[in-house]
């Protein structure tokens, strides 16, 4: 395991079990960023870096009894908080790296991934895994709660042109990794940026 995914369970595992409660109110926001997905019943979906599983209530929803809902994480602790939480019911949990992930080559209609990004040691080569276990035409939905510049200040950081997450650089990363951007919204109140697989 390298030095940056090391950090990140480190950084994890020791906020787990207060996750829930800190971000207690980001339900209503998930539920909507996944009903931009275009989920449909019978779908297999991921949702990678799922943390305590927040979306996954909402991905079973939109994807029925038929479909597949599966959340990878890379922290023990957080995946352990999904289960205490009861979120397995509403789909699978695997302990995996979502830039190594256990599954076939285009096994999957979509992913959704919160947060995700930024926590990569290698965001192209994370994209191209996520690009991998799609298929041609499936969908990604890269969401956060909030916006680059809400976040920022949370963390006292400046926001800058640079930022991973600014269309600017996140436009051409995806493209390079195998997605076409769809949309691209960057607000105070939500970060979602909508892109399809390349046939």
Avoid at 26 to 40: C, S, T
Avoid at 58 to 67: F, S, Y
């Amino acid at each position: 395991m390298t030095d940056a995914r090391t950090h990140v369970q480190d950084f994890f595992s020791v906020r787990a079990a207060g996750w829930d409660s800190r971000f207690s109110g980001d339900g209503p926001a998930y539920a909507a960023a996944v009903g931009e997905l275009g989920l449909r019943p019978g779908d297999v979906v991921l949702d990678a870096g799922c943390g305590t599983a927040r979306a996954l209530p909402a991905l079973r929803a939109a994807v029925g009894g038929g479909g597949t809902v599966l959340g990878a994480d890379l922290t023990p602790a957080m995946l352990a908080e999904a289960v205490r939480a009861g979120r397995t019911r509403h789909g699978a949990l695997l302990l995996a790296d979502a830039a190594r992930l256990p599954l076939r080559d285009g096994t999957l209609d979509a992913v959704f991934a919160a947060g995700l990004i930024s926590h990569l040691a290698d965001p192209g080569e994370g994209l191209r895994e996520l690009a991998r276990v799609v298929r041609p035409g499936g969908r990604l939905a890269l969401f956060h709660p909030v916006g680059r510049a809400a976040l920022a200040a949370r963390h006292g950081r400046r926001l800058t042109d640079g930022d991973l997450r600014a269309e600017a650089a996140l436009t051409p990363l995806l493209a390079r990794s195998g997605w076409r951007i769809r949309s691209y919204t960057d607000r105070d109140d939500r970060f979602l940026v909508l892109a399809e697989r390349a046939r």
